[in-house]
């Protein structure tokens, strides 16, 4: 059984930044591809980023270029979501996600993982 543990959400300014994490237990870390999705009340789950197995290639939602970077630790079990120059807008939960031996070749869909974390709610004040 995999489990996955979000953290370090919370309450930010317009313009300030916040570093995710999520600790993946049970298996194997580099036999996943993750990634980052997030869900706003009323709206659907998005993708925001996803990384291959071994981190060689990245890939991000239009909104979030250029501001978020998701990068991974195989050696700690532990994915991460640097976000910068916050806006309103990034306001929801954030999910991380794991997909075994998965091939990500853009911001998959959220019905391409397997396994999900509890999610950490990020706000983003104006």
């Known amino acids: 059984q995999v489990r996955l543990v979000e953290s370090g959400g919370g309450l930010v300014q317009a313009g300030g930044s916040l570093r995710l994490s999520c600790v993946v237990s049970?298996?194997?870390?580099?036999?996943?591809?993750m990634g980052w999705l997030r869900q706003a009340p009323g709206k659907e789950r998005e993708s925001v980023a996803a990384?291959?197995?071994?981190?060689?290639?990245?890939y991000y939602v239009d909104s979030v270029k250029g501001r978020f970077t998701i990068s991974r630790d195989n050696a700690k079990n532990t994915l991460f979501l640097q976000m910068n120059s916050l806006k309103p807008e990034d306001t929801a939960t954030y999910y991380c996600?794991?997909?075994?031996?998965?091939?990500?070749?853009?911001?998959?869909?959220?019905?391409?993982?397997?396994?999900w974390g509890q999610g950490t709610p990020v706000t983003v004040s104006s």
């Open positions: 996600a794991a997909k075994e031996l998965g091939n990500p070749t853009q911001t998959m869909s959220p019905a391409f993982y397997d396994y």
């Open positions: 049970g298996r194997t870390f580099s036999n996943y591809a």
């Open positions: 990384i291959s197995r071994f981190g060689s290639r990245t």
